[in-house]
């Protein structure tokens, strides 16, 4: 695999994302993090934070670099050469809607999907589970990268 592309929120990344994209970057020349720009819906963090966060995060992962994309997913692959999509599926409730989207994909611009089976250590992950138990005091000590654990505190603390 030449060119991967890893696209997502990442409101925040999660060490869940980070699994996926170290294991995604040991099977391809180069691997893209590419952060959705939705007009529709604001998030916690700003696209730039986002975008600065997953910089950090992966930095020292040599072959990942990070991009923000606005609209079609498979516009961005045949505009940057991106070769395949790589996603993680973390349980059966994932595969229906990312089977769905990777045959629209693949419909759309003979792009290939292709998943990584979540580490089980992060299952039940997710950047929405982090912000609802972040917001409410939790500890999530463990499930984000450290840089994103501080964010995230500064952040709930300058919202509330
Ligand atoms: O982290 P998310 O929000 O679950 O990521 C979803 C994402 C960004 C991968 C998906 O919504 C997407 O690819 N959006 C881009 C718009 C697009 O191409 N839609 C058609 C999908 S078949």
Redesign the pocket.
Known sequence: MKIAVC????DPVTNGHFDVFERASRMADEVVVAV?INRKKSGLFTVEERIEMLTEVTKPLGNVRVDS?Y????DYCKDHGVNAIV?GLRAVSDFDYEL??AQ??FR?AGVETCFISTNPLYSYLS?SLVKEVATHGGDVTGLVPESVLKRLKSKISSTM
Do not use: A, D, Y
Not at 7 to 10: L, R, T
Not at 71 to 74: A, T
């Open positions: 696209p997502g929120s990442f959705l994309f609209g079609l997913l498979v996603k769905q989207m629209m994909n759309l950047s």
